[in-house]
C-alpha cells in the first residue's frame, strides 16, 4: 500500500491550499480514509475524515468550516480544501487509511497505512 500527499505549501494567512493523497494498492472505495497533522512538539491530531462511500465526515473542532474533505473513488484519490488558514495550522500533514470495518474511524490507532507526510507552512 502507499499513499502520496501532495500539495502542500507555503502561504499567508487567510489564504488557501488543496491538499492531494494518491491511493495503491489497496480497494480505494471501501476504505476510510483521514487527514492528521503534526506540528514540532506535538502529537499527531485528527483533522478530517471520510467514509468510503464520502457520505459521512468528521472534523477538528479547529478546522470545522474552513477545511473540506473530499474524495474520487473514480481516481483513488483524497482531497482536503483548506480556506482561511491561519498561523497555527502550520505542521505536517498525513493521509492515513483505514481499511477495517469501521464506518468512520477517529482514532488514529485505527488507521492502518500512513503518507509520508506534505509540509503546510502559514506566516502571519
Known amino acids: 500500500v502507499q499513499l502520496q500527499a501532495s500539495g502542500g505549501g507555503l502561504v499567508q494567512a487567510g489564504g488557501s491550499l488543496r491538499l492531494s493523497c494518491g491511493a495503491s494498492?489497496?480497494?480505494?472505495?471501501?476504505?476510510?480514509m483521514g487527514w492528521f497533522r503534526q506540528a514540532p512538539g506535538r502529537e499527531r491530531d485528527l483533522v478530517a475524515a471520510v467514509s468510503w462511500g464520502g457520505t459521512r465526515t468528521f472534523y477538528a473542532v479547529s478546522v470545522k468550516g474552513r477545511f473540506t474533505i473530499s474524495r474520487d473513488n473514480s481516481k483513488d484519490t483524497l482531497y482536503l480544501q483548506m480556506n482561511s488558514l491561519k498561523p497555527e495550522d502550520t505542521a505536517g500533514y498525513y493521509c492515513?487509511?483505514?481499511?477495517?470495518?469501521?464506518?468512520?474511524?477517529?482514532?488514529?490507532?485505527?488507521?492502518?497505512?500512513w503518507g509520508q507526510g506534505t509540509q503546510v507552512t502559514v506566516s502571519s
Open positions: 494498492g489497496l480497494t480505494f472505495s471501501y476504505t476510510g
Open positions: 492515513a487509511a483505514d481499511p477495517g470495518p469501521m464506518i468512520l474511524a477517529t482514532d488514529a490507532d485505527e488507521y492502518e497505512y
